[in-house]
């Protein structure tokens, strides 16, 4: 079946240091990736997504980059705020009839300190 | 415009009470979905609604659990006889429908945490 695997957080590092969060994920066919963050009292919301093998997906300072070679769609951003701190959701996307069913996977917790 | 809203966003009930969980999603969002977030567990998908109908209704973890949706808008989900495995966040997303191949972001609302007692 389709699954997403992240690594475990708590994840804590000080400000400006270099972030990486690493996603793999097991799909039938080519799924879409994305990142989806949640921010502490409030809703997910979509950071970042690549739908084909070899795209980057970027926003505010974080990249991704669709490695389908390695199944991997690992989060990077080259220096952390104190305001990056929360759970980071790496998530799939698997075109199911007529609609998208997103699998996400466990999520990561991120604490920047300053 | 506004975002998509839940209510209430917390409800504390005794085992064995039924909830009622409301959305709103974001006005002309014919999709609509709704997942649960336990504790250390990632987002567990629970039913999509397109319009009135829900043509998935696979990860209702039980019949306890049902869900409609009225006038292709709001939408509750409602848990009969409470347990207290059921206590999560309820988490509540709309999106545009599909065009072809095109799929559109789910944008989500800030949850319903629920406990059950």
């Known amino acids: 079946g389709n699954s997403v695997t992240q690594m475990e957080g708590p994840v804590t590092l000080s400000e400006e240091a270099f972030l990486t969060i690493n996603c793999t994920y097991t799909a039938t066919g080519y799924p879409s990736l994305f990142w989806y963050v949640q921010y502490p009292g409030e809703g997910l919301q979509l950071l970042l997504k690549a739908t084909k093998a070899d795209d980057k997906g970027s926003n505010k300072g974080f990249e991704a980059t669709y490695r389908k070679e390695t199944t991997s769609f690992h989060l990077e951003k080259g220096s952390v705020q104190v305001s990056d701190s929360a759970v980071y959701f790496c998530a799939l996307s698997v075109m199911k009839t007529s609609y998208d069913k997103v699998i996400f996977g466990p999520g990561t917790s991120l604490s920047v300190i300053p | 415009g506004a975002g998509v809203s839940q209510s209430p966003s917390n409800k504390v009930t005794e085992k064995g009470k039924d909830v009622e969980l409301r959305c709103d999603p974001i006005s002309g969002h014919t999709a609509l979905y709704w997942y649960r977030q336990s504790l250390g567990q990632g987002l567990e998908f629970l039913i999509y609604f397109q319009g009135n109908s829900a043509p998935d209704k696979s990860g209702l973890p039980s019949d306890r659990f049902s869900a409609e949706r009225t006038g292709g808008s709001v939408s509750t989900l409602t848990i009969q006889r409470t347990q207290q495995e059921d206590s999560a966040v309820y988490l509540c997303?709309?999106?545009?429908?599909?065009?072809?191949?095109?799929?559109?972001?789910?944008?989500f609302g800030p949850g319903t945490r629920l406990t059950v007692t």
């Open positions: 997303a709309s999106s545009l429908a599909l065009a072809g191949s095109v799929s559109y972001e789910q944008y």
